[in-house]
């Protein structure tokens, strides 16, 4: 078991921005602060552009340009990623830190062997020699669950089938050992079969290696069965965040009630109140709570002012007004 008490991944009103006209910058994710503690596995959850790979890219200082850090913090292992060197973030990146992305055939290297990609990451994190990292690389692959795992060494991506290619993600995450994986979508692009196969796999070895986990994916059934503790994200705000049984079992916010009652393979909730409503005129309310141009419980002052996300005393935090009411909480930032 890791001993280190320091959180593996800590997010203090992170702020990621986009420019748009003049001088002016568009808060992609706008004031994300969340806590990945060692060995534990969080999943961050939301609709397409809510700002999930953005706040996974910030961990890892890798904002696409012309993105940039805005405002607050992203502190890896204790240091602030922020004013990291150039040579510190290579090792941050598959040593402190692995990560998984969705569409890993584009994201592995065309012109090199399998085998030559993980003995690489291998000896760069690891400074092994070129016949240990190429031993330990065979040795990973088939930890990742790959079949004849020589002849996949010789393989180039090209050659191989998406399962196989999610697996080699996995195999390149983990192979400079880290404290903590991101798996971004990592089933997106899967069949249902392969899908399962590999989220058991994940499962598996998070487990076995005692790692953090930060899974993020539009997929709750998934989510659901692997983490910890879940965060709800919209529009780059976190809206809810609590232990998953606790938000599965009883959301708040009327947009994780929104998310859950559409989800495949979860019974629909048929109360009225917390029905999708189709947004007439902007996606996303302008002013006040950023959801309130879909909500069916929105109230007057929902439109006027921003709620602020409270903390509810029983490991929740909620940014909705209707659902704090009655109930005693302290204004948290974030």
């Excluded at 997010?11 to 806590?35: A, H």
């Excluded at 192979?175 to 899908?195: K, M, N, V, Y």
Aim: proline content about 5%; some cysteine; glycine content about 10%.
């Amino acid at each position: 078991m890791r001993t280190d008490p320091r959180p593996s991944i800590e997010l203090e009103e992170l702020r990621v921005g986009f420019p748009t006209t003049g001088n002016e910058w568009t808060n992609v994710v706008d004031g994300v602060t969340l806590v990945v503690g060692a060995g534990e596995r969080i999943g961050l959850v939301g609709e397409s552009g809510s700002g999930k790979s953005l706040t996974a890219l910030a961990c890892l200082g890798l904002v696409p340009e012309p993105g940039r850090l805005t405002g607050g913090s992203v502190t890896v292992a204790g240091a602030n990623v922020a004013g990291m060197s150039e040579i510190d973030l290579q090792r941050l990146r598959g040593g402190e830190i692995g990560l998984i992305l969705q569409e890993a055939v584009e994201a592995l290297n065309p012109v090199y062997t399998v085998g030559f990609q993980v003995a690489e990451t291998i000896a760069v994190h690891r400074g092994l020699g070129r016949q240990e990292a190429s031993r330990e690389a065979l040795r990973l692959l088939n930890d990742a669950a790959l079949e004849a795992p020589e002849d996949i060494a010789r393989a180039y991506p090209h050659e191989l089938s998406g399962g196989q290619s999610q697996r080699i993600m996995l195999a390149l995450a983990l192979a400079g050992r880290p404290r903590t994986l991101i798996a971004d979508e990592p089933t997106s692009a899967l069949d249902s079969l392969t899908q399962a196969q590999v989220i058991e796999l994940l499962d598996r070895l998070v487990v076995e290696r005692d790692m953090g986990l930060l899974l993020i994916s539009h997929d709750l059934v998934v989510v659901e069965g692997m983490v910890d503790r879940i965060a709800v994200l919209f529009a780059g705000r976190i809206v809810e965040e609590g232990p998953t049984r606790a938000v599965f079992s009883e959301p708040l916010h009327p947009y994780t009630r929104t998310l859950l009652a559409s989800a495949p393979g979860r019974r629909r909730r048929t109360d009225s109140s917390v029905r999708y409503q189709r947004p007439s005129d902007h996606s996303v309310s302008l002013g006040g709570c950023r959801f309130a141009g879909r909500c069916k419980l929105a109230q007057e002052a929902c439109r006027v002012t921003e709620p602020e996300l409270t903390e509810l005393g029983d490991h929740r935090r909620v940014r909705c007004p209707v659902f704090v009411s009655g109930r005693e909480g302290n204004h948290v930032d974030g």
